[in-house]
């Protein structure tokens, strides 16, 4: 697999642009490699008007620049040197195929099991939506594989004694570094720096390591974005109506009585007795407790509501978001189906429906030995997701939940887990079960199809409510097969055939559906690229929709504009600017 992909990656992967995002990216890049700075004038030196911020650049102190943290840039220079955009693409391949040897690893260490490790690596790479962004040119690629070499770094931190605090700084190192490619990486840390406090032996040498070097891998992030937006701060985008992300690091003060109240709680599990407690019938009690407590308290309801409405939302059916209905950016379809920015968007249940396997790793949090490895598998995902559901924010212009795949990996990891607990018993029928598995998928597809006239083959499946029963009928048998041992003998039948379609779905989804689509328009986009490179070099080109007209904004003379219908009257002055300057203006 890793093999393939590199090949792909390397010569067969069209090099278009998917979203406004690569168009920053791709110009941040060639500013880099070209001229070592990050400024792209885009001429608003010298004509200030508005529309030449595009969406995503920023006005710093020394002109626009990217608002995108810039250590992507530094990272990916020498590829775009060797080989421009396919280069850039080939980066992300060869993070990708890290973030696969590196699943395989983590696997290993958490669960001592080859065979599973094997499985959670092909689970990771054929059967969730990392292919999309193996062939991309956005930095999801490398970000994840920095957030899977702090993970594995972490969990050696408790294992190798004789190193822990080598393994505690490339942890936090990994964290403050991707930081500088993705900002939400930070969100890693404090999961990590909890669970090795809780599970070393000796946390004290690990963790001083381990915020040292994040604190280092921050510093530089903080001094990038200081050179672009003259504020020194890892998080920031560069916008004054961000509020925190704007903020010097003193800003973030305000935070610190939560961060006591996290360490305080960590603190406490290292106690027997507390984890004895959290994991027991003491445990539900508390739970119980805290959800009547805040459902009295109606601020603390409307929050927890919100949040809750925000995760099932994003996780399960993105048809229950607060602004479905208001969005300007979502269209319902001959009340059928939705489209999220143009796409059929998924939720991350659409995408792995093979996502209710989760529930073994829920079981095996409070009953397992391996107690600890589930609970990073848990916990880490969770943490990621949070902040997303409080504002129901699905990622804008992607196929899918992008930014939950940093934890990808542990998720095909607890896939795995639920797989090797169903599967114990190799018997021959197990394998015959393939076929019925093919079956059922090919014909769950055909179904659903059938009852569309405007969704292809696979599309219909995922975006109209055929992955959330699948995955419904996963969890119902996952949960019999759990609270009812006696019958296992006859419930792994319909569970391994479940468990093997909910995968093969996944498979189409991933690569018939988002890599299937990915591919087209970016393929689409790169003809368009070399069909409009005959615009002159000192052209004004004004255009809605700007994917094929990049390079625009890698020559110096040249100036591109979006396009906005309510600002006429200042786009008309600016186009009259530039024919009276003796250059000619494109309108798209």
Same mark, same amino acid.
């Given at each position: 697999m890793a093999a393939t992909w590199l090949i792909y990656g390397a010569f067969f992967a069209p090099a278009g642009l998917f979203t406004d995002d690569e168009i920053i990216y791709a110009a941040m890049i060639d500013r880099f490699a070209t001229a070592g700075s990050f400024i792209i004038q885009n001429g608003y030196d010298i004509n200030h008007a508005e529309s030449l911020r595009l969406v995503t650049l920023r006005a710093g102190p020394h002109g626009l620049v990217p608002q995108y943290p810039s250590g992507f840039g530094i990272i990916a220079a020498p590829f775009y040197l060797l080989g421009g955009l396919q280069g850039i693409i080939f980066l992300n391949t060869l993070a990708s195929v890290l973030t696969l040897w590196l699943t395989y690893k983590i696997a290993c260490a958490l669960f001592d099991d080859k065979r599973l490790a094997v499985n959670a690596a092909l689970i990771f790479g054929l059967a969730t939506f990392a292919a999309d962004y193996a062939f991309a040119i956005w930095p999801h690629a490398t970000s994840n594989g920095f957030v899977a070499a702090a993970i594995y770094a972490a969990i050696l931190s408790i294992k190798d004694g004789g190193r822990v605090w080598l393994w505690g700084a490339l942890a936090g190192v990994m964290i403050g570094l991707g930081v500088a490619i993705r900002a939400e990486v930070i969100m890693v840390a404090p999961v990590l720096f909890i669970w090795v406090f809780v599970n070393a032996r000796y946390p004290g040498r690990t963790l001083a390591a381990f915020l040292f070097a994040l604190a280092a891998g921050l510093a530089v992030a903080a001094w990038l974005n200081y050179l672009k937006f003259g504020v020194f701060n890892p998080l920031t985008y560069g916008a004054e109506s961000?509020?925190?992300?704007?903020?010097?690091?003193?800003?973030?003060?305000?935070?610190?009585?939560?961060?006591?109240?996290?360490?305080?709680?960590?603190?406490?599990?290292?106690?027997?007795?507390?984890?004895?407690?959290?994991?027991?019938?003491?445990?539900?009690?508390m739970l119980v407790l805290g959800i009547v407590i805040a459902a009295s308290i109606p601020t603390a309801r409307d929050i927890a509501l919100k949040i809750l409405n925000g995760l099932y939302a994003l996780v399960v059916d993105l048809r229950h978001l607060s602004y479905i209905d208001t969005h300007p950016r979502i269209d319902h379809v001959d009340n059928e189906f939705y489209r999220y920015y143009g796409m059929l968007k998924k939720s991350l249940l659409e995408s792995l429906p093979w996502l209710s396997l989760t529930v073994f790793a829920i079981v095996g949090l409070f009953k397992s030995r391996q107690r600890s490895a589930f609970a990073l598998c848990l916990l880490l995902p969770l943490a990621l997701f949070m902040p997303y559901a409080a504002y129901e924010w699905i990622g804008g212009r992607a196929n899918n939940m992008r930014y939950v795949s940093p934890v990808l990996p542990l998720l095909a990891i607890m896939a795995s887990c639920a797989w090797s607990t169903i599967s114990?018993?190799?018997?021959?029928?197990? %394998?015959?079960?393939?076929?019925?598995?093919? !079956?059922?998928?090919?014909?769950? +597809?055909?179904?659903?199809?059938? &009852?569309?006239?405007?969704?292809?083959?696979?599309?219909?499946?995922?975006?109209?409510?055929?992955?959330?029963w699948m995955a419904l009928a996963l969890l119902l048998l996952s949960i019999a097969w759990i609270v009812l041992p006696a019958s296992r003998r006859w419930l792994q039948l319909p569970v391994v055939v479940a468990t093997q379609a909910c995968f093969m779905l996944a498979f189409v989804s991933a690569y018939a559906g988002d890599a299937s689509m990915t591919r087209y328009v970016r393929s689409m986009v790169a003809q368009q690229t070399q069909s409009t490179r005959y615009i002159e070099p000192n052209a004004h080109?004004?255009?809605?929709? %700007?994917?094929?007209?990049?390079?625009?904004? !890698?020559?110096?003379?040249?100036? +591109?504009?979006?396009?906005?219908? &309510?600002n006429i009257a200042q786009d008309i002055e600016f186009m009259n600017i530039a024919l009276a300057q003796g250059r000619p203006v494109y309108i798209a």
């Open positions: 961000e509020g925190v992300s704007n903020r010097t690091l003193g800003g973030y003060v305000v935070y610190a009585p939560y961060g006591l109240l996290v360490a305080a709680f960590a603190m406490s599990l290292r106690w027997k007795r507390m984890q004895q407690w959290v994991t027991g019938n003491w445990g539900w009690v114990k018993d190799r018997n021959v029928w197990l %394998y015959r079960t393939a076929l019925a598995s093919v !079956l059922l998928t090919s014909g769950l +597809l055909y179904a659903f199809s059938a &009852r569309s006239a405007q969704l292809g083959f696979a599309d219909a499946f995922f975006v109209t409510g055929g992955a959330q080109v004004f255009a809605p929709g %700007y994917f094929a007209l990049y390079f625009q904004l !890698l020559r110096p003379e040249a100036t +591109l504009a979006f396009h906005d219908p &309510r």
